[in-house]
């Protein structure tokens, strides 16, 4: 790890701007938060965590195949949902958005099983790596186009329990 990119104390902060968002959104309608493992995880439990609303919760897993550090769009279902979400209001919780190429399938996978509406809340967005757009109703930070871990995010799996978001220093992937 290199040089702390977000402190623990910004993202608490931002994740109250977004839940007094969010509640103030879905007021009169229960949100349906979609996780996508792993990444989102850390994410979408403090967000529960902050919106006064009640929600309710599932994950889903997915795959993008390509190297550990780039992502090529196509998308595997390693973990589907456990419920229809017919007439949900859906939110899906990323962690980040980089290419844009994994959302922009997610949201036309779910978009396709009816619900009541579907939007999308990420952490992280690199507005530089963007190869689709994708409607993304609220966004933690826009940040530079730099390998980033920590709070869910990994590299091989490791440093998601760290509390803050972080640079990696490249040559850590051989970069
Ligand atoms: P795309 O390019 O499809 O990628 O928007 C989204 C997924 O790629 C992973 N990703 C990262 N993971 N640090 C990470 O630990 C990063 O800087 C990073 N950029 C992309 C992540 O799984 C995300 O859901
Ligand atoms: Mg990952």
Redesign the pocket.
């Known amino acids: 790890m290199d040089e702390v990119v977000i402190t623990a104390e910004q993202i608490n902060g931002k994740i109250t701007e977004l839940a007094k968002e969010i509640d103030a959104e879905y007021a009169d309608r229960e949100p349906l938060l979609v996780g996508?493992l792993k990444?989102a995880v850390m994410f979408m439990s403090d967000l529960a965590r902050q919106l006064e609303r009640p929600s309710t919760m599932e994950f889903m897993a997915v795959s993008?195949y390509g190297s550990a550090t780039t992502?090529s769009g196509v998308v595997r279902i390693l973990k589907d949902l456990d419920r229809d979400i017919a007439g949900q209001h859906v939110l899906i919780v990323?962690?980040?958005?980089?290419?844009?190429?994994?959302?922009s399938w997610l949201l036309k996978n779910l978009a396709a099983r009816h619900p009541a509406s579907i939007e999308i809340v990420t952490l992280l967005r690199k507005p530089d790596a963007v190869k689709v757009e994708v409607p993304v109703k609220y966004v933690g930070f826009d940040i530079a186009n730099e390998?980033?871990?920590g709070y869910g995010?990994?590299?091989a799996e490791r440093y998601r329990d760290l509390p803050y978001i972080g640079r990696l220093r490249p040559s850590v992937y051989g970069g």
């Open positions: 996508v990444g993008s992502s990323e962690d980040i958005i980089d290419s844009g190429l994994t959302l390998f980033v871990v995010l990994d590299y």
